[in-house]
């Protein structure tokens, strides 16, 4: 056999453990999930896995962080923002589109990531500050830059940036957990909505 289709071989049967501890870990959770589960739905041999990963935490560990890095450009999108005269809409909008686009892409990390916060283990808190809690950061920090722009009043830059988060990523939860649930409009329709809703509230607009 040909050693240059090693690399392929390997990268293939990673990528297998990987899809498989994936759809695994979001239907059972961390504790729920066996590496023999993970095995036979990969269709792999279960020694395979130790191959690739030392044991059944660095695996999870490894899902968490290719998930972490997608969030680089949106963090970088945020200090450009928090840097620039764009007005919040835009900014906000978008903000809100990558974070829709993130849940369509991946809809099994939302699963993942509440099973992550219920099981309460090591890796959850990892996951939690390297990830959420970056985003709110930065997130907060466009805020209070808004703040000292005095384009908004005086407000807590990180309730504000968890005031924002919650209100998309509640709805993402809902539309993504919950087959019973309503079916809301597709588009940007609600982004726009909630965007609205967040820097105008409900009240009528000063003329």
Known sequence: MSTSLQ??????SRDKIVA?????FAARGFKGTTT??????AQVNEALIYRHFPNKQGLYAAIIEKKIATLIPLLNRLRQAAEASESMETVLREIARQMFASVKEDPQFLRIFYFSGLEGHDLSRMF???YIETFNQHLRSYFLSKNREGVIRPVDPMLAARAFAGIVLHYLVVQTLFPEAERMP???????AFVDLFLYGLFPRPS
């Not at 690399?7 to 293939?12: C, H, L």
């Not at 498989?20 to 695994?24: G, K, V």
């Not at 597709?186 to 726009?192: A, L, Q, S, T, V």
């Open 20 to 24: 498989a501890a994936t759809s695994l």
């Open 7 to 12: 690399p392929v071989r390997i990268s293939r």
């Open 128 to 130: 939690f500050e390297a």
């Open 186 to 192: 597709e588009g940007n329709k609600p982004i726009d």
């Open 36 to 41: 023999r589960m993970i095995a036979d739905l």
